[in-house]
């Protein structure tokens, strides 16, 4: 389970463009929390706090309480719904929340990790991990840092498909469970080292032969 975040934040009054640019001028960065349950209104934070805590986190979704200084429900627990960068400076642009009680179902994606050295990789293969995260549904105190799962045994040729993920209890998923998360591979390398052991070296080809054979011929009219 992840560990939960406490987030301070001010109920924001201003609005407009030129309103969240000066808020960023001065360290802040707007954002704005909704639910089902609530109407939507804009908050603002601290960016180096807020920027400080997502380092911290492995899900790019993850749960907060809001402690919201001016709004009339001044603690509120949250899920990091989006959060919107510069691309060329990577500062912070904006936030969504979505405020969330105890009991209702959830989704988030979060990272998997794969640990353990595969068999086949120390025989030789290459492991490639095909999927790295994963959309989950589950309550919100139940919502994983990560999924985690031991590839030691994957020999080559072996794979892990979604439905082997280790999800903790109270976590799904709806992607189809024979998505391929993992696979060992044979590497080209000892593909060939193979061929070349089988064949042997020096043994021409029944296609080197015939052309062999046919310089022969015509060197033995003239």
């Given amino acids: 389970m992840a560990k939960q975040e406490t987030l301070q934040a001010e109920k924001r009054e201003v609005k407009g463009t030129s309103a969240s640019k000066r808020l960023r001028r001065e360290g802040t960065v707007p954002a704005v929390i909704y639910g089902s349950s609530q109407r939507e209104y804009m908050i603002q934070l601290n960016s180096k706090e807020f920027g400080d805590l997502v380092r911290r986190q492995s899900s790019q979704n993850f749960i907060v309480t809001l402690e919201i200084e001016g709004?009339?429900?001044?603690?509120?627990?949250?899920?990091?719904?989006?959060?919107?960068?510069?691309?060329?400076?990577?500062?912070l642009i904006h936030v969504d929340f979505r405020a969330v009680s105890e009991n209702e179902t959830i989704h988030g994606v979060v990272p998997i990790e794969l640990i353990g050295e595969p068999a086949g990789v120390k025989g030789g293969g290459l492991m490639e991990q095909l999927v790295r995260d994963i959309e989950v549904h589950c309550r919100p105190t139940d919502l994983p840092d990560f999924i985690t799962n031991d590839v030691s045994d994957l020999d080559i040729g072996d794979s892990?498909?979604?439905?082997?993920?280790?999800?903790?209890?109270?976590?799904?998923?709806?992607?189809?469970?024979?998505?391929?998360?993992?696979?060992?591979?044979?590497?080209?390398?000892?593909?060939?080292?193979?061929?070349?052991?089988?064949?042997?070296?020096?043994?021409?080809?029944?296609?080197?032969?015939?052309?062999?054979?046919?310089?022969?011929?015509?060197?033995?009219?003239?």
């Fill in 71 to 91: 709004a009339q429900e001044k603690s509120k627990m949250a899920i990091v719904q989006d959060v919107q960068k510069d691309p060329l400076t990577g500062n």
């Fill in 160 to 222: 892990l498909k979604v439905s082997e993920l280790n999800l903790p209890d109270g976590v799904t998923t709806k992607m189809d469970g024979e998505v391929l998360v993992a696979l060992v591979a044979q590497t080209r390398a000892a593909v060939s080292e193979g061929g070349q052991g089988e064949g042997g070296e020096g043994e021409a080809t029944e296609g080197e032969a015939a052309a062999e054979g046919g310089v022969g011929e015509e060197a033995a009219s003239e």
